[in-house]
């Protein structure tokens, strides 16, 4: 069976060769590029990084240099391993084989074998292409005389392989069958041991005991067995690092911790050196000076800053403990970071410790370099006396101290009569506003500044229109009130005149146009005009013929009792009623309130609605009153009856407003003869913060009947029962809305 497999692998060898030669390796080329990023760190040197699992792989994967032109990426075998080295390493060995190689031309033995002899020198671990100079320092010697304790059981035919001081090796057998680096014990097919890469077969470091030409190998199955040493076969190289190197470690994939997880490292790069100068420290703002040499030097993309809670050592492996801080500034010789508030009030050199470094970040996955982190002091806390003086005012609190970060927590706030406080600076006149944000360094005092509030006066005139005051005179009342910017300001009961009688019968009762009332505020001029109104021209009455059984040809029934409606738009009035039976025309009469009805009307037409734009030749003012009577005449021009005069509130009115419906208690009215009957409406209105137009235009509601001689209404809604038969009780609002009331008496 072993010769078959050999005779089968020695053909694969020969095929992935010829496809190697004619096609290439296919891997792709990541090229490494200086570049400043926000980076992370898992742990200082090794720490975040994880063991594998024992016997069933679980491994930890590390990028760490390049071949052909690809990442390399390492499982990594034992994060602190002691088999090999006097001082603790970390064991990689290659996730992947890497070229296809004989072991040797005659021997198995490790120990001058031309596998050894490539592998170490400038073919791989000498070839800068592979890895740079501070990876190829980072990479220490290997030295192991025997198996060691917790080694696996290897291969019965293979002997163990010592290592004297290579840097790059092959797995032994009993290395690559030991359980705490992840691999199977046992020497059968097992997945742990699989690779992928340039072939799935990979030599193993163990000589054959019983035959010079065979050494140890790992098949296509993970079964280990051995090998023809003068026939190719796959390379996985191994070997460990110096954990002095490593400074720090970065998750590019997966969790930190877990099995699987990623990383690339942060490398010491001796050619890079930091040297601070004199750190200041103004509350927990650091800033720190420092100068960079070497021959690295000019590579650095960054300087970091480590705050750790106990001193640094090259080698620290650690997850918690410290705080990873990047300077401003890039790599301009100075920069400044803040101190995280844990350390604020602390000591550095006793309470914590603090380093700076400088970086070479690259990008992807290849290895960062750095300068060994170099000590800091941060100066001790200062905590300040900062004095209030509050210039002028008074002030509870007259110092505070600050902080460790050099702030005060709060700020007093002083008083000053008649002055408003702007708040603190550092000259008593100009300076600087002081917050509490503002960091101080030294005792300091600090200064309120104040703006004087200025003494306001306002004017409150009272005017008397068509009438006089109670004194008899008519000239204007003036009250001046005063005090500072802010007071509230309130009229009083004696500054408000009192009002004389109207100065005759054809004057209404007069009225306010805003009435001052005791306690008012006053915040600006002002001025109070009573105003004693000329009666109105009454609106033109409801004639109502009383009903005659035979009308001789000179009487004309009153058939037109219709209500107004009207619709302001665009500045327009869209003024509508009810369309009549018997009528051929219609007048239509408008003019502001306080005028006189024109002798002529607006419009005349033959529809039951017009719009009206202009009045006496203007564009409608609809910051007034308006009053509006439609008349209706038929055929012959005799005059069937006139709307109501309907008073209107201009929509743009600030005082007044118009009801919008009228609501009745009932629709229908059935009485005997004599019997009285009241009808009640009530009025919504289109706005709740105005008034209607007052009684002196009209009455709230007007009513009318439409046959006296069956039913009669007064000014009070009260109907009473006449005669039998039917009529009409109509129901109008002051801007000339209406509802109707049927009547029937018995």
Not at 152 to 174: K, N, R, S, T
Not at 336 to 345: E, Q
Not at 686 to 697: I, L, P, R
Request: proline residues 3%; neutral net charge; contains cysteine.
């Amino acid at each position: 069976m072993k010769k078959m497999l050999r005779s089968k692998r020695i053909t694969a060898t020969i095929i992935i060769a010829a496809l190697l030669v004619m096609f290439g390796k296919g891997n792709s080329y990541t090229k490494t590029v200086h570049a400043e990023s926000e980076k992370t760190i898992s742990g200082l040197g090794t720490g975040a990084i994880s063991n594998p699992t024992p016997g069933a792989g679980g491994w930890s994967y590390v990028y760490y240099g390049t071949y052909d032109g690809s990442a390399m990426k390492y499982r990594v075998l034992d994060k602190a391993a002691t088999q090999f080295n006097t001082n603790t390493t970390m064991l990689l060995d290659c996730d992947s084989t890497i070229i296809n190689k004989r072991f040797d031309d005659d021997s198995n033995e490790w120990e001058g074998s031309e596998i050894k002899g490539w592998l170490n020198g400038n073919d791989f671990y000498g070839n800068t292409d592979v890895f740079t100079a501070q990876e190829n320092a980072a990479i220490t010697r290997s030295t192991k005389g025997a198996a060691s304790s917790g080694d696996g059981i290897g291969f019965q035919d293979l002997d163990y392989a010592p290592l004297a001081g290579e840097h790059i090796f092959l797995l032994d057998a009993v290395e690559a069958t030991r359980p705490s680096y992840g691999y199977a014990n046992k020497e059968s097919s097992d997945d742990t041991r699989k690779k992928s890469g340039t072939g799935t077969w990979w030599f193993l470091r163990s000589p054959n005991s019983r035959n010079p030409y065979f050494v140890g190998d790992v098949y296509e199955s993970g079964t280990i067995d051995d090998y023809y040493v003068y026939y190719d076969d796959s390379v996985s190289p191994a070997f460990n690092l110096n954990l002095s190197s490593v400074i720090f470690s970065s998750v590019i994939s997966g969790t930190a911790g877990s099995a699987g997880a990623e990383y690339k490292l942060t490398i010491a790069d001796d050619e890079l050196n930091i040297t601070p100068g004199t750190v200041t420290r103004a509350g927990t703002t650091i800033t720190v000076p420092y100068t960079l040499t070497g021959t690295s030097a000019g590579d650095a993309t960054r300087v970091s800053v480590l705050i750790m809670d106990s001193e640094y050592s090259a080698g620290t492996a650690v997850t918690s403990g410290y705080t990873y801080l990047k300077l401003s500034g890039g790599t301009s010789g100075s920069g400044t970071f803040t101190l995280p508030d844990a350390y604020a009030d602390k000591i550095c050199g006793t309470d914590y410790y603090a380093y700076i470094l400088a970086e070479d970040e690259n990008t992807g996955n290849a290895t960062d370099f750095a300068s060994a982190p170099t000590s800091i002091v941060v100066p001790d806390p200062t905590y300040c006396t900062i004095t209030f003086d509050a210039n002028g005012g008074t002030v509870t609190s007259t110092s505070g101290t600050t902080g460790a970060d050099g702030k005060l927590t709060s700020l007093p706030t002083p008083d000053y009569a008649r002055h408003v406080f702007k708040g603190w600076r550092t000259e008593a006149s100009g300076g600087t506003q002081v917050t509490t944000d503002t960091v101080f360094t030294s005792n300091e005092t600090i200064y309120a500044q104040w703006d004087e509030i200025p003494v306001v006066s306002y004017e409150v005139i009272f005017k008397v229109i068509n009438g006089s005051w109670n004194d008899g005179t008519t000239a204007d009342k003036k009250v001046t009130l005063s005090g500072y910017k802010g007071d509230v300001l309130k009229l009083a009961e004696s500054q408000i005149p009192e009002v004389g009688n109207k100065p005759g019968n054809n004057y209404q009762e007069g009225s306010w146009d805003t009435e001052p009332i005791p306690e008012m505020i006053v915040n600006e001029d002002k001025t109070f005009t009573y105003t004693y109104k000329a009666k109105e021209e009454e609106a033109p009455k409801i004639e109502v013929e009383a009903p005659v059984k035979e009308p001789t040809e000179n009487v004309v029934a009153r058939i037109f009792f219709s209500g107004i409606k009207v619709v302001q738009k665009n500045g327009n009035f869209r003024i509508s009623w009810d369309k009549t039976e018997g009528v051929s025309k219609y007048e239509v009469y408008m003019t502001y309130c306080g005028s006189q009805y024109a002798k002529k009307p607006v419009v005349t037409t033959t529809n039951n609605k017009v719009t009206i734009k202009k009045l006496k030749g203007k564009k409608l003012n609809l910051k007034k009153n308006i009053k509006i009577y439609v008349a209706a005449y038929d055929g012959s021009g005799n005059s069937v009856g006139k709307t109501v005069s309907s008073h209107v509130a201009g929509k743009d009115s600030k005082k007044y407003t118009n009801p919008k419906e009228i609501k009745l208690t009932t629709k229908a009215l059935t009485l005997s003869k004599g019997e009285t009957v009241a009808v009640k409406a009530t009025l919504k209105y289109e706005s709740k913060e105005k008034k209607q137009v007052g009684d002196g235009h009209a009455a709230k509601l007007r009513y009318a009947s439409t046959d006296p001689g069956v039913a009669t209404v007064d000014k009070n809604g009260t109907v009473t029962a006449v005669d039998s038969g039917n009529c009409t009780i109509y129901v109008y609002s002051v801007n000339g809305l209406a509802k109707r009331v049927s009547v029937t008496v018995n």
